[in-house]
Structures are given as C-alpha cells and as structure tokens.
C-alpha cells in the first residue's frame, strides 16, 4: 500500500515555518554579503563612486573622471544620487543607475558661487531632499537651506530659511520627519531656534558643534533633539538616529576628538560607540540595523588618512572595511 501524499496545505504549511525560522539566517545574510556599500574616494584621482562588500571584497569603480561624491541609495537599489561638478561649475545633484552608467542632473542651481548637495531619498522613492544655498539674497549669501523636489527634479520647495547653515539631512524610514545638522555660526554652538545652521564636510570645522533637529517634510514643526551633534543617520526601524559628535567634550570641544554615537529618536538614551583618538564621521546603517559603517579621517583630523570602518550597532566589533587614502567616505549602506 502506497503512502498517501501530502496536500498543498501541508507543504505549504511547511515553507512558511521553514522560512520563519530561517528568515533571520537569511536576512542576515542578505544585507551582509549582497547589499553593497556604495563610497566616495580618490585612491585613484578624481573622487569618484565605489561599491564594496560589507566584508570588504569584491570592491568595484562605479564612475570614472565624474568628480563625484556623497552617494546615496534609491529605496529599491536601482539608482544612487550623488553631488558632482560634472557640468564644470559648483556641485549639483545628478542620478545615476546602480550600475553607475546614465548619470544625469537633477538640480541647477542659480547664482555664482551657488550649489546644491547632500541629497537624501524619501522611503517611497518619489522624493528627494537635498540643501542648497539659492536661497540667499543675492543667492548664496545666506548659508544652506533645506530643499525637497520630486525625483526627476521638479516640484522643488523650500523646507528652511537660514541666516546659518541647515545641512545633511535624512528622511526617517516612515517618512514622517527629516533629521538635519544645523549650526549657528554667530552663537558657535547648535542650541538655537529653528532655521538657523552651518556645516562644512571637513573636521577642522564648527560643523562638529552643530545640533541634530527633526522637521516635518512640509517643512512645519522643527524641534531640536541634541546640541553637539551631526550627520544623522536613521536606524532601518526608525527608533534610533546615529551621528557624529564631540558630546563627550561637552563645551570643550575639538576637531580631532570627534566620536560615533546613537541615541532614541527623542533625543534620549545617548550612547557613545567609538572611544579613539582622532576623528570619526558620517555614520550610516546596515539594512538589518546591526553594524554601522562611519570614515575615520585620522588621529589628526586632517583627512589624510581615511577610510571606512564597521562597528555593531552595540559598539563592539570594530574593523576597518578600506583604506584607500585621502577623501575616502561618505558611505552609504
């Protein structure tokens, strides 16, 4: 007498526990080996977008001569946004695919000495939030702005109004609220009333004593979460935000003492990762939330040396990912 044969249900049911209990095994692997770290570097010249594995295999030149840099993953991998002067004058926001081929401009910003840069993806992908400093009378005068235009470039709108720099900013995986660094050049720290910033992308520079605030993207609501602190960084639940900071130096802050740190999304329960002379900066998360990949700009600050370093989402587990010299970072996960 034959076995009876097991229904669809059956097997289905079988599947489903399967994968319940292989999902995290799965997804682990996943986000560990096949989704790449997209990086900016000049080991080989001009800076230009790099992908490499998360155990640092398999690194891969994306763009060639284009001068291009902060590279930032579209929602569904297919595109990366990246600032570049490939047009000849300052940066501007240009789309490529993931493969770095058809890169094209998003942004023209007007006025001599203007740019627009630091681009960030909604969680839809249907929009994109950069800063720029058109907004000034005339253009360029007035520090940087948040902006949010759709992903071809159109429909762009003013978020902030500055008399300082409002920078970096990073829509939250809900797409309820974008997290930017803002500095007030004339008070030298970050505690100050809404609109009001100034960043720079090297560590010799006040960008360090800036302070992360919240905003809604229609631009209502600013709110500070912490003074001391800069390029923000969502946890892929939404319920953490890493930056970059020299909180632990409280007034006495330097340049060359700049650390890792994540806190709650209401600013509370701040943790420092990183505990080593010199700087640490741009931290971004792994898709499972459980590493996070930052660029050490050296014990000098200078940026010299730098290259891209991992660390758990728990502080341990420290390891260098790169290290090809000067202008290397900016990774995006």
């Known amino acids: 007498m034959s076995k009876p044969k097991p229904s669809t249900l059956t097997i289905l049911f079988i599947v489903v526990v399967v994968a319940a209990l292989l999902g995290p095994q799965v997804s682990e692997q996943a986000h560990g080996q096949q989704w790449k770290i997209a990086f900016e570097s000049g080991r080989e010249g001009d800076?230009?977008?790099?992908?490499v594995n998360p155990d640092g295999s398999n690194l891969q030149r994306l763009t060639k001569g284009k001068n291009a840099w902060e590279p930032d993953w579209s929602p569904d991998r297919s595109q990366?946004?990246?600032?570049?002067?490939?047009?000849?004058?300052?940066?501007?926001?240009?789309?490529?695919?993931?493969?770095?081929?058809?890169?094209?401009?998003?942004?023209?910003?007007?006025?001599?000495g203007t740019s627009s840069w630091?681009?960030?993806?909604?969680?839809?992908?249907q929009k994109i939030v950069f800063m720029s400093n058109r907004g000034g009378s005339p253009p360029g005068s007035d520090g940087y702005d948040l902006y949010v235009m759709n992903a071809d470039g159109s429909n762009l709108r003013q978020l902030t109004r500055a008399h300082g720099w409002n920078a970096?900013?990073?829509?939250?995986?809900?797409?309820?609220?974008?997290?930017?660094?803002?500095?007030?050049?004339?008070?030298?720290?970050?505690?100050?009333?809404?609109?009001?910033?100034?960043?720079?992308?090297?560590?010799?520079?006040?960008?360090?004593?800036?302070?992360?605030?919240?905003?809604?993207?229609?631009?209502?609501?600013?709110?500070?979460?912490?003074?001391?602190?800069?390029?923000?960084?969502?946890?892929?639940?939404?319920?953490?935000?890493?930056?970059?900071?020299?909180?632990?130096?409280?007034e006495q802050q330097t340049d060359t003492d700049i650390e890792i740190y994540v806190m709650d999304v209401d600013g509370a329960n701040i943790q420092r990762l990183t505990h080593r002379p010199g700087a640490d900066g741009n931290p971004d998360w792994s898709p499972d939330g459980t590493k996070i990949v930052f660029n050490?700009?050296?014990?000098?600050?200078?940026?010299?040396?730098?290259?891209?370093?991992?660390?758990?989402?728990?502080?341990?587990?420290?390891?260098?990912?790169?290290?090809?010299?000067?202008?290397?970072?900016?990774?995006?996960?």
């Open 47 to 51: 800076s230009d977008i790099y992908l």
């Open 80 to 112: 990366i946004l990246v600032a570049s002067t490939l047009h000849g004058g300052e940066d501007e926001v240009y789309v490529m695919d993931a493969d770095g081929s058809n890169m094209r401009r998003l942004t023209h910003t007007p006025g001599e």
């Open 118 to 125: 630091a681009a960030d993806w909604s969680p839809d992908g």
């Open 168 to 250: 970096a900013p990073a829509w939250s995986p809900d797409g309820d609220h974008i997290a930017f660094g803002s500095y007030d050049e004339s008070k030298g720290k970050g505690d100050v009333p809404p609109g009001m910033g100034w960043y720079r992308t090297s560590p010799s520079s006040p960008m360090w004593r800036a302070g992360i605030w919240l905003i809604a993207p229609d631009g209502t609501g600013p709110r500070r979460l912490i003074n001391h602190g800069e390029r923000p960084s969502w946890s892929p639940d939404g319920k953490k935000i890493a930056f970059a900071s020299s909180h632990h130096a409280g």
């Open 296 to 333: 050490f700009y050296g014990e000098d600050g200078t940026g010299e040396e730098v290259g891209l370093w991992l660390i758990g989402a728990d502080g341990m587990n420290l390891r260098r990912l790169t290290a090809g010299g000067r202008n290397e970072g900016h990774a995006n996960w």
